[in-house]
């Protein structure tokens, strides 16, 4: 996926500033490298560990509490570029803005829907997985 960013560049002509829109254009980073490791020991609360097992169980290698600049996220898709969230920091405007800035999918999560139905949030972490894997196709 090709993304497109228009900027405006001042240049001098002669006795003249002339502003100008340029266009510039970036490829979407490929995939990233994840050395594998078994981080189950840093989850901090019982339904992230549920989460973290039923992924790695699915192939996937879960990164928990990975520092984002200055933030942190509490459970990473590294290769995918998801951010699993809890909901409580849903609030925070400036992480959202900037994990999207970085390229991140965030999806958040609620402790009680995870102890009851994990099925619909694997669900939807399997989704935005695919749909990475379809953009790099």
């Not at 969230?85 to 999207?100: M, R, S, Y």
């Amino acid at each position: 996926m090709i993304m497109m960013k228009i900027r405006w560049k001042t240049h001098r002509f002669l006795f003249m500033k002339v502003t100008l829109p340029t266009l510039s254009l970036r490829r979407k980073k490929p995939p990233f490298l994840v050395p594998v490791n078994l981080e189950e020991h840093k989850c901090q609360k019982e339904c992230e560990r549920k989460l973290y097992q039923a992924l790695f169980s699915q192939n996937y290698y879960v990164t928990p509490y990975l520092e984002c600049g200055r933030f942190v996220i509490n459970l990473a898709l590294i290769p995918f570029r998801i951010a699993i969230i809890d909901e409580k920091q849903a609030g925070n405007e400036k992480l959202e803005k900037a994990l999207k800035k970085d390229g991140w999918r965030v999806i958040y999560y609620n402790e009680e829907e995870l102890n009851h139905n994990i099925k619909s949030i694997l669900l939807q972490i399997q989704q935005e997985a695919h749909s990475y894997k379809q953009l790099l196709s």
